[in-house]
Every structure is written in structure tokens, then in C-alpha cells.
């Protein structure tokens, strides 16, 4: 059985930073396409970033160029690398194994003003 979790979320004051990782067992990581989500209430889970096998990678337009996701095959662990947080950036944050439709339990991302 996968297991997702995720890991490194806080609070942050607008234009700091974060990474949130999220650790997998239970699956063959390294073939599998890796996604990081986020939810507000109120709003469908939204992609932000997802990851191949292969390491290429998609953004949703609003992190494009402030967010970067990377992949650990060895330690079977996704990263999203978030830069220049604003407020709209406050949600929880889910990993997601693409292949598998397994989500990790969410870690809570706050950006204050």
C-alpha cells in the first residue's frame, strides 16, 4: 500500500519561502509521476506541479517562475521548492502519485500579509 507523507509547511510572512517534501513508500517511486496540489475551502484541489519519471516537470501558471519541484528517486521524496509566497498561495498542500491516485494527508502552507 502507497504511503504519501508530506512535510514542511508553515507560516511564512509575503516573498519568504518554503519547501515541503513528500516521502513515498509502498510503490515503485522512481516511475511513477509525482504531483503537488493545493486546496482553499471553498475551491476544487488544484494542480500546482507535477513531475515525471523523467523529470519533466508542469506548473500551473500562477507559481510559474516562484516554484520549482524536484524529485529524490534514491529517498523516493518529491520537493516543491516555493519562492516569493504571496497570500493567494495560502492553502493546504497534497502530494499526489499520479499513477497510483494516492494522496498524502496535506500540509498547511499560511502566507501572511
Request: aromatic residues 8%; glycine residues 12%; contains cysteine.
Amino acid at each position: 500500500q502507497v504511503q504519501l507523507v508530506e512535510s514542511g509547511g508553515g507560516l511564512v510572512q509575503a516573498g519568504g519561502s518554503l519547501r515541503l517534501s513528500c516521502a513515498a513508500s509502498g510503490s515503485i517511486f522512481s516511475i511513477n509521476t509525482m504531483g503537488w496540489y493545493r486546496q482553499v475551502p471553498g475551491k476544487q484541489r488544484e494542480l500546482v506541479a507535477s513531475i515525471a519519471s523523467g523529470g519533466r516537470t508542469t506548473y500551473a501558471d500562477s507559481v510559474k517562475g516562484r516554484f520549482t519541484i524536484s524529485r529524490d528517486n534514491a529517498n523516493n521524496t518529491v520537493y516543491l521548492q516555493m519562492n516569493s509566497l504571496t497570500p493567494e498561495d495560502t492553502a493546504v498542500y497534497y502530494c499526489r502519485d499520479l499513477n497510483l491516485n494516492s494522496w498524502g494527508q496535506g500540509t498547511q502552507v499560511t502566507v501572511s500579509s
